[in-house]
């Protein structure tokens, strides 16, 4: 039987900020966690709606209209189709439960945008397996 894992310590470990990390499968959704500091960029997912549970830190997601404050134990589900901006001013770690089609920044490639394949590359070194 595998483990259990700590997500706050598999996204502290993380070596790069904005680089979501699988950590496990529920149904048709992936479970990430994610080291993010400074701003993402504006973007949508048209056809899934993404999770965001603050492990430590806080983050502000900012939408067209309207900002959404979280701290540490707090989460927020943007709808799909929202066009969203992830903003932590300070290092900030976070889980995400997305649907395995969720593309990282939705409707938008940037420098930070990550493959599927690179969010199930490797846990980090002590953080034990999917």
């Not at 259990?4 to 310590?9: D, G, H």
């Not at 709606?49 to 997601?61: A, M, N, Q, T």
Request: glycine letters at 6%; charged letters at 30%; aromatic letters at 4%.
């Amino acid at each position: 039987m595998p483990a259990p894992l700590s997500p706050e310590a598999i996204a502290a470990a993380l070596p790069d900020l904005w680089s979501p990390r699988v950590i496990s499968e529920v149904d048709d959704a992936y479970v990430k966690v994610a080291r993010i500091q400074g701003v993402l960029a504006w973007h949508s997912h048209e056809a899934e709606d993404e999770l965001f549970y603050v492990l430590r830190g806080s983050l502000r997601i900012e939408l067209e209209d309207d900002v959404v404050e979280l701290r540490a134990g707090q989460m927020w589900v943007v709808p799909k189709g929202v066009r969203h901006n992830p903003v932590a001013d300070e290092e900030c770690l976070v889980l995400l439960i997305e649907r395995k089609s969720t593309r990282h920044t939705g409707d938008v490639v940037i420098d930070k945008t990550r493959s599927i394949a690179e969010q199930l590359g490797a846990m980090p070194p002590g953080a034990g397996e999917r």
